[in-house]
């Protein structure tokens, strides 16, 4: 197993474009999960995935973005009309869904920076 | 709600040095405490955990007790490696449906030769 990969790494997009981030989690986890992280500052929640279905989303997840993982496998986190403010890390996370003993393993992120 | 507070940084250590991140958290209930660590350049990486109060978490030289009576979970190590000079976080999970894990914001570790 090669982790939690994301895609692509780094983004580079003008202020209003859409873009559209990957995450592929580790395999034989159900749960699945988007963070932001800006510099200098852990990552914050945006919103987590039981298998295919969303069961939380943070109040810093605006209707600009939206999160999907449409066959419990991969997931993507799209983000409409990009504004200056969108520009941080977005970390993916997957863990088992097995209490909360578990500890999520990280994607490496994808960068975002919206000029 | 849950939080997690962490020393601020950046703490410069010299080789060999005591390290001490002190980390105190609030939430209900009995959460799952954790140390994450990001090396330059890399993603998060888990170092230790602990999943009940009075456990010790130990890995690579680093320890950290699961204290429930401070709501503590500070981060030691006995001598520091350059190769230690990294950011690490405190965090906790908690059964609140989803699990997710709730950060503080860091602690940047400088070790010099």
């Known amino acids: 197993d090669t982790g939690v990969s994301q895609d692509p790494r780094h983004k580079i997009t003008k202020r209003g474009q859409n873009v559209t981030f990957r995450c592929d989690p580790i395999s034989e986890h159900n749960r699945l999960y988007w963070y932001r992280q800006t510099l200098g500052q852990g990552p914050e929640f945006l919103t987590y995935?039981?298998?295919?279905?969303?069961?939380?989303k943070s109040r810093l997840l605006s209707d600009r973005f939206s999160a999907e993982r449409p066959k419990g496998s991969f997931s993507t986190l799209e983000i409409q009309r990009t504004e200056q403010g969108d520009s941080a890390m977005y970390l993916c996370a997957s863990s088992p869904g097995t209490g909360n003993e578990g500890e999520a393993f990280f994607g490496q992120g994808t960068r975002l920076t919206v000029v | 709600g849950n939080s997690v507070t962490q020393m601020e940084g950046p703490v410069t250590l010299s080789e060999e040095a005591f390290l001490t991140i002190n980390c105190t958290y609030t939430?209900?209930?009995?959460?799952?405490l954790f140390w994450y660590v990001q090396y330059p350049g890399e993603g998060l990486q888990l170092l230790l955990k602990a999943t009940k109060a009075d456990d010790k978490g130990s890995n690579k030289g680093f320890e950290a007790t699961y204290r429930k009576e401070t709501t503590s979970f500070h981060l030691e190590k006995g001598s520091v490696q350059v190769s230690d000079s990294a950011v690490y976080f405190c965090a906790l999970t908690r059964n609140t449906g989803g699990f997710k894990t709730i950060f503080g914001a860091g602690t940047r570790l400088f070790v010099k030769a």
């Open positions: 939430a209900t209930g009995y959460p799952s």
């Open positions: 995935f039981q298998n295919e279905a969303q069961l939380e």
